[in-house]
C-alpha cells in the first residue's frame, strides 16, 4: 500500500483533505495531511517571516519525524513548489511527486517560481497575506456549491506572500525523481493545450478530472480513484 503526504494549496490546511481521507485509508493506504504554518489550525503561527522554507520545513519535518520512506508526495496548487523542494532535499524518501492541478518545477538550477498573486487583487506595499475571498472561490473554485461554499469559507484563512513571492532552487536530484499529474478542466488553463506542451513537456503519466481548481472537495471519488492509480508502480 502507499504512504500519501498531502500538501495543500493557498488558503488550506489538512481539513482540505477531510474527503478524500477515509477513502484513501480503507483502500489501505496511510496519509498524512500537512497544514503549513500560519495557514489552517496553524494560523496562530503566521508571521511576516513566513516563507517558503517554513513550509518545506513543515513537510519535511513530517517525513523526518514520523520516519517514512517511499512517499507519494501530493502538491495541491502553488504547494508543486513545495513538495519539489522537499523531493530534491529528500529523494531517498520520495517515491513520487503527484502535482494536483498545479503549474510543474522546471529541472533548471536558477531561482524559479516567485510570482505576485495580484490576480487576486490589488497588492498594496506592506500587504503580507492575501485573504479569502468569494470572488477568489468565484475564479478558481466555481463548482464549489451550496455546504462545501460555506465550509471553504470557515476554515480557509489567509495566504502568506512570502509563499509566492519566495524562488525555490532546485539541484540535480530533483531531475530524476518521478512525477504524475492530475489536472482539472475547469481552472482556466487548457488542458489539452498543457498536455499537448504548450508550457514545457508533460513528464509522467496524468489524470483528467472535470472540476475546477479543488477536486478534492468537488470531486472526491474521482481524485481518490486519480491518486491510487497514478502512484501504483509502472
Known amino acids: 500500500m502507499t504512504t500519501f503526504v498531502l500538501v495543500p494549496g493557498a488558503w488550506l490546511g489538512g481539513w482540505v483533505w477531510k474527503k478524500i481521507m477515509p477513502e484513501l485509508e480503507k483502500e489501505g493506504n496511510t496519509v498524512y495531511p500537512v497544514t503549513l504554518t500560519g495557514m489552517g489550525e496553524r494560523v496562530h503561527l503566521f508571521s511576516s517571516e513566513v516563507g517558503i522554507e517554513t513550509a518545506i520545513n513543515d513537510v519535511i519535518n513530517v517525513i523526518k519525524y514520523n520516519q517514512l520512506e517511499n ?13 519539489a523542494s522537499v523531493a530534491d532535499r529528500m529523494p531517498d524518501n520520495v517515491k513520487l511527486i503527484l502535482y494536483l492541478d498545479t503549474f510543474r518545477p522546471e529541472k533548471v538550477r536558477d531561482p524559479q517560481q516567485s510570482f505576485q498573486p495580484d490576480e487576486f ?53 530533483f531531475d530524476g525523481i518521478k512525477s ?48 491510487i492509480e497514478l502512484s501504483k508502480d509502472d
Request: aromatic letters at 8%; hydrophobic letters at 40%; one cysteine or more.
Open 71 to 83: 512517499v507519494v508526495l501530493v502538491g495541491h496548487s502553488f504547494a508543486a513548489k513545495v513538495v
Open 121 to 173: 487583487g490589488k497588492l498594496e506595499p506592506d500587504q503580507t497575506a492575501i485573504p479569502f475571498t468569494d470572488d477568489v472561490l468565484k475564479m478558481i473554485g466555481s463548482d464549489v456549491e451550496d455546504e462545501d461554499r460555506v465550509w471553504m469559507h470557515s476554515l480557509a484563512t489567509p495566504w502568506p506572500l512570502k509563499y509566492a513571492t519566495d524562488p525555490i532552487v532546485l539541484t540535480e536530484k
Open 180 to 227: 504524475a499529474h492530475i489536472f482539472c478542466t475547469k481552472s482556466g488553463s487548457d488542458v489539452n493545450e498543457i498536455i499537448a506542451g504548450k508550457w514545457g513537456k508533460v513528464e509522467g503519466k496524468y489524470k483528467i478530472i472535470e472540476a475546477a481548481h479543488f477536486p478534492m472537495i468537488t470531486k472526491p471519488e474521482e481524485t481518490v480513484s486519480a491518486l
